[in-house]
């Protein structure tokens, strides 16, 4: 029966406020044949009857997940996370969506099969994406097919069994690094070139690739330092820069970038005197950016200076994540904890800090032979 009384042990209609409490329960099958039902308790037998019908009537117009078409899945999941999710990933969703989804927009959920997924897996495939692009679009079509299963319009995601896009299997790239003295040659370029031109920008340059060296902060991370994040020998890193659709200033890569990291005496003295330079201009305050100003700098200007100073120096030009490396390089090869440099460069687990450098560590190698070379047996 869709109603029935609800009994108390002695098998007597319970009662609350004068009214029997009744149980109202509808059962249906939905899209993909599995047996449903939906159970509510209300007091009184109008107030049951009258959710029977609301329930019975929600069950008839809810969405058939078969009949549904991508595109109305789309819609509907956009409306859904709407306010759950942050506008960048809105941004992104739509984008990919947009570009990369079209092609399925029109086939419906009861005939989205393997071999259909796996042409539009060949289509992306073939546009040439860069592996992070591949991953965001699968990963924005996976989000409304795993959506689709807590709907009930699909009993599985199939793109999860399909399978993510894999990056083809190549020889790593030789990590690139400045040693001390190279670093040396080319911060010398670096001041000269700062000297020479003598703007806020040319400076914040110099100071810039100091810190990505003394530190081994990321690129978004140093960029969104203002003089409020310099303070009592610590560099506090709490924000990042993306500059991808105008400056955003975001959280960190992870909870672990959110970190303290203590300013050696070198770099110290480079941000003091970039400090009283700064403080002298109109307008400034400590909420300014320290080496942009009212605004970070351009990562194609980073970019330029980054080439001129390694040419003029003489020396090899790295790219501007490979500072990070050689400020983690330099820490190894002297034999810092694998821990401390973990620690400094805010990876969320030591064994990416391990799989990136354990090759620099070859003399815990040599001294563990050593240690078992002197046992005598």
Request: proline content about 4%; some cysteine.
């Amino acid at each position: 029966m869709p109603i029935t009384k609800v009994l108390d042990s002695a098998g007597k209609p319970v009662k609350q406020d004068g009214k029997i409490k009744y149980i109202v329960r509808v059962n249906y099958t939905d899209a993909q044949g599995k047996y449903k039902s939906r159970k509510r308790t209300v007091l009184g037998l109008d107030e049951a009857k009258r959710l029977e019908l609301e329930l019975s009537t929600e069950i008839k117009k809810a969405p058939q997940g078969g009949n549904l078409t991508i595109y109305g899945l789309y819609d509907e999941y956009l409306r859904a996370k709407e306010h759950e999710v942050k506008k960048s990933t809105m941004i992104e969703i739509k984008k990919n969506a947009r570009n990369h989804l079209t092609s399925l927009f029109d086939i419906k959920l009861s005939k989205l099969t393997m071999p259909v997924l796996q042409a539009w897996k060949s289509e992306i495939e073939a546009k040439g994406l860069a592996l992070n692009t591949r991953k965001s679009i699968y990963g924005t079509l996976c989000a409304m097919l795993n959506y689709a299963v807590k709907m009930d319009y699909l009993p599985n995601n199939p793109l999860s069994k399909l399978g993510k896009f894999k990056a083809p299997l190549q020889k790593p790239k030789e990590m690139l690094y400045y040693t001390a003295d190279e670093f040396t040659k080319y911060i010398v370029a670096a001041r000269e070139q700062a000297e020479q031109k003598d703007t806020l920008r040319a400076w914040g340059a110099y100071v810039f690739f100091n810190i990505a060296f003394f530190t081994g902060l990321r690129k978004g991370e140093i960029n969104a330092l203002t003089w409020d994040d310099v303070q009592g020998g610590f560099v506090s890193v709490t924000k990042s820069v993306a500059q991808k659709n105008g400056d955003r200033i975001t959280s960190p890569k992870n909870r672990s970038s959110i970190r303290r990291v203590e300013i050696p005496r070198p770099l110290q003295e480079v941000l003091d005197e970039h400090f009283a330079r700064c403080k002298d201009m109109p307008g400034f305050n400590s909420s300014l950016f320290v080496c942009g100003g009212d605004k970070p700098l351009r990562d194609k200007y980073l970019d330029i200076s980054n080439h001129k100073f390694a040419q003029l120096a003489g020396v090899k030009h790295i790219r501007i994540h490979d500072f990070r490396h050689s400020h983690a390089s330099l820490l190894a090869n002297a034999g810092i904890n694998i821990q401390e440099i973990a620690r400094r460069l805010g990876h969320s687990d030591i064994k990416m800090t391990l799989q990136t450098y354990s090759h620099l560590y070859p003399s815990e190698a040599e001294r563990a032979v050593k240690v078992l070379n002197e046992i005598k047996i």
